[in-house]
């Protein structure tokens, strides 16, 4: 079984920094793309930032400029960098992984349980 667990989410007033991170366990023989999604009530999820192996990221349209990712393959750790903080961040934040659980088993999308980052002065 697979479990992506996210950490470090609240509330931080406009222009203030958060830092979310995201750890992967369970039964994991590789991963390739981690990423971080976001999603309001009555909207659908978006692509925050995600990371390869190697280090190639892919930047959502909210995120460019204001928010870094990093990633920890030892450690299966995904980090989100969240600077510079506006109300219309508010949302909940997604941990998405794409991994095999065994050599021979299909690449398959996992999702951690969310955290709520809210930004309100």
């Known amino acids: 079984q697979v479990q992506l667990v996210e950490s470090g989410g609240g509330l931080v007033q406009p222009g203030e920094s958060l830092r979310l991170s995201c750890v992967a366990s369970?039964?994991?023989?590789?991963?390739?793309?981690m990423g971080w999604y976001r999603q309001v009530p009555g909207k659908q999820r978006e692509l925050v930032v995600s990371?390869?192996?190697?280090?190639?990221?892919t930047y959502g349209d909210s995120a460019k400029g204001r928010f870094a990712i990093s990633r920890d393959n030892a450690k299966r750790m995904v980090y989100l960098q969240m600077n510079s903080l506006k109300p219309e961040d508010t949302a909940v934040y997604y941990c998405?992984?794409?991994?095999?659980?065994?050599?021979?088993?299909?690449?398959?999308?996992?999702w951690g349980q969310g955290a709520q980052v809210t930004v309100a002065s």
């Open positions: 990371i390869t192996t190697d280090g190639r990221t």
């Open positions: 369970g039964t994991i023989y590789s991963i390739d793309v």
């Open positions: 998405n992984a794409e991994l095999r659980t065994r050599s021979y088993a299909p690449w398959q999308a996992y």
